[in-house]
């Protein structure tokens, strides 16, 4: 096979793999793009590497090129190296910065965690602005401790100590792939960033609760009806909120009033039927009314091609505007609305805590009450108590909608 006959196949452009040299062919797509491809078998495996497009350097490699190259190739597989694991393993080896690394390692991230998001989300915000175009190898220990305190001195040191845990996690990626000898966040711990975190434990009162949704009811340009209807639901429903901002239409059945949350959407990775009580019904009713089209319940309330439903943050960000956490649109600090109620502080996680202390107080047995929050039943029971309490789980909210209909 010579270069005219080569340049004659390119022009046709019809489909074919050809042999040109030992492990060496000529192949065309069914897109009609000619390209090289190097055949060869290593540990008993047959392999297929791309060599590149066939044409005229720089662009091309033509057929004299193509030889030579598939002979060191042969050459490398005598000597037991994988060409296209070196392939693979040289991209690693060209990334450079701290942005390329915690690309690769937030692609492993989105395979094995369930909210990929998450470490993404602190890493754009928190940490790739103060590191992200620093050479890997510049990385110290001092780097990283400026970036926890910053975020702990902004307020947020649950986040400062999700930071450091992420830098951990980055660093040690760096060292697995050769980049770094040493990781340079081990040197910290969370008496360096956000303190040691403690378990939450604020619940709301019955008066609180009634408080509350009257700021919230008086409050109603800067904590929407759409904010108000979903911290509703949490409280009453007492779901994750994840599961409830996510939610789409098809999972209701308002004639029975159930939800069916499927399994790949909980925490259990078990489906659950979730019974409705009465109070919701006119609730969804107006939601459906409020989305319009949409297939979500809370449809994002900005273009966004990353997903249809709001921010993880929304709700947060609404109840902290309450607290005089955040400013308005001239960027000046809102009031403490709740707080000059007498509402002591909480985060929008309180009220599924809030709601399972009140079916305590309603006498709803733990194992009844666990269920409706979709926690699993620990130990020995757990394993055999597969029973899923649905009538029960109905009655014991039902008795909840009664206790609170009066204040939402």
Same mark, same amino acid.
């Not at 392939?87 to 690309?103: C, D, H, P, W």
């Not at 401790?145 to 830098?167: Q, W």
């Not at 959407?265 to 979730?274: A, P």
């Not at 007498?342 to 733990?366: K, N, Q, W, Y």
């Given at each position: 096979?010579?270069?005219?006959?080569?340049?004659?196949?390119?022009?046709?452009?019809?489909?074919?793999?050809?042999?040109?040299?030992?492990?060496?062919?000529?192949?065309?797509?069914?897109?009609?793009?000619?390209?090289?491809?190097?055949?060869?078998?290593?540990?008993?495996?047959?392999?297929?590497?791309?060599?590149?497009?066939?044409?005229?350097?720089?662009?091309?490699?033509?057929?004299?090129?193509?030889?030579?190259?598939?002979?060191?190739?042969? @050459?490398?597989?005598?000597?037991?190296?994988?060409?296209?694991?070196?392939?693979?393993?040289?991209?690693?080896?060209?990334?450079?910065?701290?942005?390329? %690394?915690?690309?690769?390692?937030?692609?492993?991230?989105?395979?094995?965690?369930?909210?990929?998001?998450?470490?993404?989300?602190?890493?754009?915000?928190?940490?790739?602005?103060?590191?992200?175009?620093?050479?890997?190898?510049?990385?110290?220990?001092?780097?990283?401790?400026?970036?926890?305190?910053?975020?702990?001195?902004?307020?947020?040191?649950?986040?400062?100590?999700?930071?450091?845990?992420?830098?951990?996690?980055?660093?040690?990626? @760096?060292?697995?792939?050769?980049?770094?000898?040493?990781?340079?966040?081990?040197?910290?711990?969370?008496?360096?960033?956000?303190?040691?975190?403690?378990?939450?434990?604020?619940?709301?009162?019955?008066?609180?609760?009634?408080? %509350?949704?009257?700021?919230?009811?008086?409050?109603?340009?800067?904590?929407?009806?759409?904010?108000?209807?979903?911290?509703?639901?949490?409280?009453?429903?007492?779901?994750?909120?994840?599961?409830?901002?996510?939610?789409?239409?098809?999972?209701?059945?308002?004639?029975?009033?159930?939800?069916?949350?499927?399994?790949?959407?909980?925490?259990?990775?078990?489906?659950?039927?979730?019974?409705?009580?009465?109070?919701?019904?006119?609730?969804? %009713?107006?939601?459906?009314?409020?989305?319009? @089209?949409?297939?979500?319940?809370?449809?994002?309330?900005?273009?966004?091609?990353?997903?249809?439903?709001?921010?993880?943050?929304?709700?947060?960000?609404?109840?902290? #505007?309450?607290?005089?956490?955040?400013?308005?649109?001239? #960027?000046?600090?809102?009031?403490?609305?709740?707080?000059?109620?007498?509402?002591?502080?909480?985060?929008?996680?309180?009220?599924?805590?809030?709601?399972?202390?009140?079916?305590?107080?309603?006498?709803?047995?733990?194992?009844?009450?666990?269920?409706?929050?979709?926690?699993?039943?620990?130990?020995?029971?757990?394993?055999?108590?597969?029973?899923?309490?649905?009538?029960?789980?109905?009655?014991?909210?039902?008795?909840?909608?009664?206790?609170?209909?009066?204040?939402?």
């Amino acid at each position: 096979m010579n270069d005219a006959q080569l340049k004659s196949l390119a022009a046709k452009a019809e489909p074919c793999m050809i042999s040109v040299d030992r492990g060496l062919y000529f192949r065309i797509s069914k897109e009609g793009s000619a390209f090289w491809v190097f055949r060869y078998s290593i540990g008993g495996k047959r392999r297929q590497l791309f060599l590149g497009n066939y044409g005229r350097a720089p662009a091309g490699i033509s057929l004299r090129d193509a030889r030579d190259l598939v002979a060191h190739k042969r @050459a490398d597989v005598k000597n037991g190296i994988d060409p296209l694991a070196e392939k693979k393993r040289s991209k690693l080896i060209e990334m450079t910065t701290v942005n390329q %690394v915690a690309e690769d390692w937030l692609f492993e991230c989105a395979k094995r965690l369930e909210h990929p998001q998450i470490p993404a989300r602190v890493y754009k915000n928190d940490i790739a602005p103060a590191i992200g175009e620093l050479a890997i190898k510049r990385v110290t220990p001092p780097d990283i401790l400026g970036i926890v305190r910053s975020i702990n001195e902004s307020g947020r040191p649950t986040i400062s100590n999700d930071a450091l845990t992420y830098c951990k996690q980055l660093f040690n990626h @760096a060292v697995k792939l050769g980049l770094f000898q040493y990781n340079p966040a081990l040197a910290l711990s969370p008496k360096d960033a956000g303190g040691v975190e403690k378990s939450r434990t604020r619940i709301l009162s019955l008066d609180e609760i009634k408080t %509350v949704f009257q700021v919230f009811r008086d409050n109603a340009p800067i904590f929407t009806r759409d904010n108000y209807l979903a911290v509703t639901l949490l409280l009453l429903l007492g779901v994750r909120k994840g599961e409830l901002i996510a939610a789409k239409w098809n999972e209701f059945d308002l004639d029975k009033l159930i939800r069916t949350l499927p399994a790949e959407r909980t925490k259990t990775k078990v489906e659950i039927k979730i019974p409705l009580p009465e109070l919701t019904r006119e609730w969804f %009713v107006e939601l459906r009314y409020r989305t319009n @089209a949409s297939e979500y319940l809370f449809p994002s309330r900005r273009a966004s091609k990353r997903r249809g439903y709001i921010s993880d943050d929304t709700l947060n960000h609404a109840l902290a #505007k309450l607290f005089g956490l955040k400013v308005d649109g001239n #960027k000046k600090p809102l009031p403490n609305f709740l707080g000059s109620v007498g509402v002591e502080h909480f985060v929008i996680h309180d009220l599924r805590r809030t709601c399972r202390s009140l079916l305590a107080e309603l006498g709803i047995p733990s194992r009844i009450a666990e269920r409706c929050l979709n926690h699993k039943i620990r130990g020995i029971e757990g394993v055999y108590d597969r029973y899923d309490y649905f009538e029960e789980r109905k009655r014991a909210l039902h008795g909840l909608s009664e206790t609170l209909s009066g204040f939402l």
